[in-house]
């Protein structure tokens, strides 16, 4: 089944009396629901926000089928193992035009994949853990509305179908309005590992690292708990508030609802040119300047830092350079800090040239997971992963973003984030463990990470950290 290239669309400029804050607050009513937005003030990263909702088509992707909704109407296709990648590639038929023009602006597609997505695919092709086949891998929409929010001029373009009947959707509008509500409560909040047994499997893939089975591991570990009073939407809200970054994401189906409040891009496509901007190397923010600023240099001269940037930065570079023309991948910048209102975060740019026989699909293809977040080399990484991990990721560590018929796409990563299934809600975080980590230290690291979502629940880390096994002793 496939699904035409670009419908005829209509751009309507939104009067100035509709904010974009009004349209998030609709949007997230919506059920399927999608939302990708920069909060971060003088966003460098950023263009465009968009939000988009009723579906001319929906994937569903799960661990042994392939599930498209549309409005001509609905399919099942089997997987067995396959790659559900081809299959997506021929529905949303992106064409073969180079044309470049502003994000979106002739329609496309948002998606979000989980990490255990990466066990189809054969640039990868490891083991990760197993996921009951209710559980979503992958999704992916093409809106029939969708806004596009402009953030140096503040205009509001809403993108449909020629025949698409606005004006219930301009009524609707005006009347959506969030209400406030009280502070978000939780219960049953709880690490799924103890502290003790978090140091064990540190050490454990210290001794696979000495033994040079792999080089850098970045192992994560789970929070979860309860929503007893709030919703998804007013959690937003706070982690707009407490940590805003250039990619914050919302997806919303049915019980199931996504956040990231991300600061890391996986990579943009604009035409032919490919930039990938892995992170690695965190250091906490501090409301004293002084410590503030020694902190941030603290980061941009450590060499173990440096040494794990460094690491996912070659390995970047390898998988570009299977689909990029040869000669054309290059390292723009090494080892820059950014700074966020949580934390600083050490960069790294690389870009390359695509051929015209790539596309979007095939660099997901050849760069997912992202290594950033499993570590080098990747495969034996993933494998060590599978191995001391405690359950599946879900999205975490995987991307979200958007594709248009132009060349145009731009990818994150999935951290920073929250899972809501229901009232159950899971956020994890993880470090890069290598030959001279201290899990003392990666603990803390996978604290300050979590700062943001623990602020947005109004959890306080020594709340739920077990002080007398001494992960934490100060400066979380």
């Not at 993108?159 to 606005?166: I, M, R």
């Not at 998804?232 to 407490?242: G, V």
């Not at 992170?279 to 923010?285: A, D, F, H, L, W």
Request: glycine letters at 6%; aromatic letters at 10%.
């Amino acid at each position: 089944m496939q699904t035409p290239a670009p419908y005829p669309t209509i751009k309507t400029v939104l009067p100035d009396s509709f904010s974009w804050k009004q349209i998030q607050n609709f949007v997230q009513q919506q059920n399927p629901g999608f939302i990708l937005a920069s909060p971060l003030k003088n966003d460098h990263r950023s263009k465009f926000e968009f939000a988009g909702f009723s579906p001319e088509t929906l994937i569903l992707v799960f661990s042994n089928r392939l599930e498209i909704h549309s409005e001509t109407g609905n399919s099942v296709i089997p997987l067995d193992g396959s790659n559900p990648l081809k299959e997506i590639e021929n529905i949303v038929n992106l064409g073969s035009s180079s044309k470049l023009s502003d994000p979106l602006i002739t329609g496309g597609w948002f998606f979000a994949f989980s990490y255990e997505f990466s066990s189809f695919l054969t640039a990868s092709k490891v083991e990760t853990f197993p996921v009951l086949p209710s559980e979503l891998l992958g999704v992916g929409l093409k809106p029939k509305v969708l806004f596009r929010h402009d953030l140096k001029n503040g205009s509001i373009d809403l993108l449909h179908p020629q025949d698409f009947p606005t004006s219930n959707l301009i009524v609707n509008l005006k009347e959506s309005n969030k209400s406030d509500s009280a502070p978000v409560e939780t219960d049953g909040v709880h690490f799924t590992e103890s502290f003790n047994l978090y140091s064990s499997k540190v050490e454990s893939l210290r001794n696979h690292i000495r033994d040079g089975d792999t080089y850098e591991v970045n192992y994560v570990h789970e929070l979860k708990g309860n929503i007893k009073n709030g919703n998804p939407s007013q959690i937003w809200d706070s982690l707009i508030s407490y940590s805003p970054s250039s990619f914050f994401t919302w997806f919303k189906l049915d019980h199931f609802t996504l956040l990231s409040s991300s600061p890391e891009r996986f990579f943009k496509t604009t035409g032919r040119q490919i930039t990938v901007q892995p992170m690695k190397g965190t250091r906490r923010r501090d409301s004293d300047p002084e410590i503030d600023l020694r902190m941030k240099t603290e980061l941009s001269l450590s060499e173990k830092d440096q040494a794990e940037n460094l690491m996912i930065v070659d390995l970047m570079r390898n998988d570009l350079g299977k689909i990029c023309k040869t000669g054309s991948v290059k390292v723009k910048s090494l080892f820059e800090v950014e700074s966020y209102q949580t934390v600083h975060q050490m960069i790294s740019t690389i870009t390359g040239e695509l051929p015209e026989n790539e596309t979007v699909f095939s660099v997901i293809e050849a760069l997912f997971p992202p290594g950033s977040m499993t570590g080098a080399p990747k495969k034996r990484t993933m494998e060590l992963i599978r191995k001391y991990e405690s359950g599946p990721r879900g999205f975490y560590s995987g991307i979200s973003g958007y594709v248009d018929y132009s060349g145009n796409s731009e990818w994150s990563v999935l951290i920073r984030c929250i899972e809501f299934i229901g009232k159950v809600f899971s956020a994890k975080a993880g470090g890069a463990i290598t030959s001279d980590s201290k899990a003392e230290e990666e603990y803390a690291e996978t604290i300050t990470k979590l700062k943001g979502i623990l602020e947005s629940l109004n959890i306080k880390p020594e709340s739920i950290i077990n002080m007398d096994s001494g992960p934490i002793k100060k400066g979380y």
